[in-house]
């Protein structure tokens, strides 16, 4: 093992590379992030109108999210080949569960007094879902983005393997050299996108109606 | 004319599962062997985790402060990726299973740890004071009331656990560990898709068919008196 500063140093050394990565490690997750949150925000509010399709359309969601991601981005190749494309959607199918799901359980669970109030404002049930219901289930709902986020970031990683650009490369690299510093500083590099990629998250979802923050 | 389009991918793609499928047909000892690797690193890795967390489980439970700080930990050791955790271990393993199972281990452990945590505290307390009224001792309470009844929760961390292993354990080919990332791997250099696919079918075939046994194991280890309970519920409606 190599002492700290030495993966430091390495960190401080490398960080032209390391930059350039971790930009690319974000562009990767991010657009999935994006696209998921438009597809599967828009899967949520559908299935929760029409309930029945909840169930099936769940475990769908948990089966494809238990599925390896080494075997999901192999599995891809016929369709999408491999590269950023690949890693994209395979990372869209992902965030499927996370999203879909708190969107539904988020829409689900608003209080109906809250709900009997709009109605009783002359609300239409478009205002209702889009005034009432939406604002109240937004932190649920940025649960469930915050959720995915973590998710996707780990899972780029991975898919520098298919040839997709971002610190997945730095950590491969490290295991064909063997050299431990540089496996430390793409996992450290990772973690803190992480971290940093979900307090984000937490710092819009303030902004956004129905926290506590706005409503004082 | 989309229609015929989309009808053309799936007729391409099913070709592609089938030359897949061929391939494992062709190479059935390789992939028994592969198999029996990947199922390995998984119940090793599993098994060391449960032993593990079950009893850190119920110690945390009785100790506050040292709960908090355990929870806190496991929660800042997941946002490490897995191929990253694989790579460390194997810095100062070397090549081979050992690392994976290694890593594997610290990745399994948290699931189950936290389900246990969540398990032995949803117990209601009524239930343990009615023990200690019968006159039982700590340890009896323990492995009779609590345990009992906190086992689907735990039951649930191992099913996770599990299914997450088995996508873990592919990162072992990376390394030299076998299993059937060894496919994957090797399809890549090739440039053989049929080889990365055989590789990629049976694991997500394996987790489909273990989380799908998980659950219905779940309902045989949910103690019966949840099961009466909705009978007497289901009869009186």
Redesign the interface.
């Given at each position: 093992?190599p002492s700290a500063i030495a993966v430091i140093e390495w960190m401080i050394d490398n960080q032209a590379l390391l930059i350039e990565q971790a930009i690319q490690h974000m562009n990767v997750a991010l657009t999935a992030l994006v696209f998921g949150i438009i597809l599967w925000g828009a899967t949520g509010v559908l299935i929760y109108r029409y309930d029945r399709f909840s169930d099936p359309a769940l475990g769908v969601f948990g089966?494809l999210l238990?599925?390896?991601?080494?075997?999901?981005l192999?599995?891809l190749?016929?369709?999408v080949g491999i590269g950023i494309p690949a890693a994209v959607s395979a990372l869209v199918l992902y965030s499927a569960l996370p999203i879909a799901r708190n969107v539904y359980v988020g829409l689900e669970s608003v209080d109906e007094s809250k709900i009997e109030v709009g109605r009783g404002l002359g609300m239409t049930d478009r205002q209702i879902l889009l005034k009432v219901r939406l604002p109240q289930a937004m932190s649920v709902i940025m649960a469930g983005i915050r959720q995915a986020a973590?998710l996707l970031?780990?899972?780029t990683?991975?898919t520098a393997?298919?040839g997709a650009p971002g610190l997945?490369q730095s950590?491969?690299r490290?295991?064909s050299l063997?050299s431990?510093k540089q496996?430390?500083g793409?996992?450290i590099a990772?973690?803190a996108i992480?971290?940093m990629v979900d307090a984000s998250l937490y710092g819009v979802q303030r902004f956004l109606p129905g926290s506590e923050v706005n409503n004082a | 004319m989309y229609s015929s389009v989309i009808l053309a991918?799936l007729g391409?793609?099913t070709q592609?599962v089938i030359e897949a499928l061929e391939y494992i047909a062709n190479h059935w000892g390789v992939f028994l062997t592969l198999l029996q690797t990947h199922m390995t690193i998984v119940l090793v890795g599993v098994g060391a985790a449960i032993v593990v967390a079950v009893p850190l489980g119920i110690v945390v439970t009785r100790h506050d402060k040292l709960g908090w700080m355990v929870m806190n930990m496991g929660a800042i050791a997941q946002?490490?990726?897995?191929?990253?955790?694989i790579?460390?271990s194997?810095?100062?393993l070397g090549l081979g299973r050992n690392p994976v199972i290694l890593a594997l281990f610290f990745y399994a452990l948290l699931p189950i740890l936290k389900n246990t945590v969540a398990g032995l505290r949803s117990v209601d307390d009524s239930k343990v004071e009615a023990g200690r009224g019968m006159g039982m001792t700590q340890f009896e309470r323990l492995t009779r009331i609590e345990l009992p009844l906190a086992m689907p929760v735990i039951f649930a961390g191992i099913r996770t656990s599990t299914?997450?292993s088995?996508?873990v354990a592919?990162?072992g080919a990376?390394?030299g560990a076998g299993g059937?990332?060894n496919w994957?791997v090797l399809?890549?250099q090739q440039l053989d898709?049929h080889i990365?696919?055989a590789?990629?079918?049976p694991?997500?075939a394996l987790?489909?068919v273990l989380?799908q046994l998980f659950k219905r194991l779940q309902g045989v280890v949910t103690p019966a008196t949840s099961t009466t309970k909705e009978n007497t519920e289901i009869s009186a409606a």
């Open positions: 093992m089966v238990t599925i390896p991601s080494l075997a999901m192999s599995m190749i016929p369709l973590v970031v780990a899972i990683t991975i393997f298919f997945g950590i491969f490290g295991i063997g431990t496996i430390l793409g996992a990772i973690s992480a971290i | 991918g391409s793609y592609s946002t490490l990726p897995p191929l990253a955790v790579a460390i194997f810095s100062f299914v997450m088995v996508g592919y990162l990376f390394i059937f990332g994957v399809g890549q898709t990365t696919m590789g990629a079918i694991g997500a987790v489909i989380d």
